[in-house]
C-alpha cells in the first residue's frame, strides 16, 4: 500500500511559480508510475501530468504543456511538480496519484489518491 501526502500550495500571483511535493510511504514507490491531477471548484477532476516508474517518460495535458515539470526521486519517494507562468485558471486542488498507467487519464485507473493541496493564482 502507497500513502501519499501533498505539500507546497499556496496563493500565488498570476506569472508566478509554485513547485508542489508529493511524500509517499511504502516500500514499493518505485513501482508506480505517478501522476497529478486537480480539481476546480464546480469542475470534475483532471488529469494533469503523469511520469513513469523510472522517470524516464513524461506526459502533460495540453493546458500545462510548457509550463509545468514533473519529475521524481524514487531514493526520497517523492515526485514534484513545478508549475511556472501560472494563470488564474491554474486555480485548484491539487491531487498526487499512484498507479495511473502509461496512456491513461482515468480517475478510476489510480491505486491511490494523497488529499490534496490548494493552489490559488490571483490576478
Known amino acids: 500500500q502507497v500513502q501519499l501526502v501533498e505539500s507546497g500550495g499556496g496563493l500565488v500571483q498570476a506569472g508566478n511559480s509554485l513547485r508542489l511535493s508529493c511524500a509517499a510511504s511504502g516500500r514499493f514507490f518505485s513501482t508506480y508510475h505517478m501522476a497529478w491531477f486537480r480539481q476546480a471548484p464546480g469542475k470534475e477532476r483532471e488529469f494533469v501530468s503523469w511520469?513513469?516508474?523510472?522517470?524516464?517518460?513524461?506526459r502533460y495535458a495540453d493546458f500545462v504543456k510548457g509550463r509545468f515539470t514533473l519529475s521524481r526521486d524514487n531514493a526520497e519517494k517523492k515526485v514534484n511538480l513545478e508549475m511556472n507562468s501560472l494563470k488564474r485558471e491554474d486555480t485548484a486542488v491539487y491531487y498526487c496519484a499512484a498507479g495511473l498507467p502509461p496512456g491513461s487519464t482515468a480517475l478510476r485507473h489510480v491505486s491511490y489518491w494523497g488529499q490534496g493541496t490548494q493552489v490559488t493564482v490571483s490576478s
Open positions: 511520469i513513469s516508474r523510472g522517470g524516464d517518460s513524461t
